[in-house]
């Protein structure tokens, strides 16, 4: 079992949708929680990102982290053609490890 | 601010032969990672220098190494290519050891022929 999964998609929805992106983990010692989204043909850049359990809303972007059930999650309401792109969750277990990524979910915003 | 550049963007290599990706970071930035991102893996780092030293190292062969210089620019360097080794190499920088602000670079595209 990886030690983060994340379902690949592809996702496809219309836009104005509500979109809900998730990702489990097996290792209880993860704190830290980020969302990143990769353009075709470009890096990650950081979306989100939670420390321990919670919410974190940022505009049109809501994160939950739930450590009981080892399972995040971001929200993208209203969402737009713009946002289509690869979600990648990530996810650390202190300041100075490593990030472990899932695969990423392969999103599309049709018009 | 300029961000972190990576070079060269593509480069096609022959099975057997060695390559060095070069990573330029975001000015201050200390810290280098390395990952690299598969179809089938996903993202899988390799590793991590900040100031001159590897701080951590992934699951990857002897072949994959790489080194940091003073001024923070970093390369790595895989010898002996193998057709898996095709794959999006990522650098990302971050201002020191800890943190989350990881700024990633384009990547290089790497094709082993």
């Known amino acids: 079992q990886k030690e983060v999964e994340q379902d690949p998609g592809p996702l496809s929805v219309p836009e104005g949708a509500i979109v809900s992106l998730n990702c489990t983990y097996s290792?209880?010692?993860?704190?830290?929680f980020m969302w990143y989204r990769q353009y075709s043909r470009k890096g990650p850049e950081l979306l989100m990102y939670t420390y321990s359990s919670g919410n974190k809303e940022d505009g049109r972007f809501t994160a939950q982290v739930d450590k009981s059930s080892k399972y995040i999650s971001l929200f993208i309401r209203d969402s737009q053609p713009s946002d289509s792109a690869t979600y990648l969750c990530a996810m650390s277990a202190r300041g100075n490890t490593p990030l472990v990524f899932g695969k990423g979910t392969r999103l599309s915003v049709i018009a | 601010k300029a961000g972190v550049t990576q070079t060269p963007r593509y480069l096609i290599k022959t099975r057997g032969q060695q390559v060095t990706l070069s990573c330029s970071p975001i000015?201050?930035?200390?810290?280098v990672s390395w990952y690299q991102q598969t179809p089938g893996q996903g993202l899988q780092f390799l590793f991590e220098y900040f100031s001159e030293t590897q701080r951590n190292k992934g699951n990857f062969p002897g072949r994959f190494s790489g080194r940091q210089f003073s001024n923070s620019r970093s390369e790595m360097n895989v010898s002996t290519l193998e057709l898996g080794d095709s794959a999006l190499y990522l650098c990302?920088?971050?201002?020191?050891?800890?943190?989350?602000?990881?700024?990633f670079g384009s990547g290089t595209r790497l094709t082993v022929v």
């Open positions: 290792n209880s010692a993860f704190q830290y």
């Open positions: 990302a920088s971050r201002p020191g050891q800890g943190g989350y602000g990881y700024t």
């Open positions: 000015s201050g930035h200390r810290s």
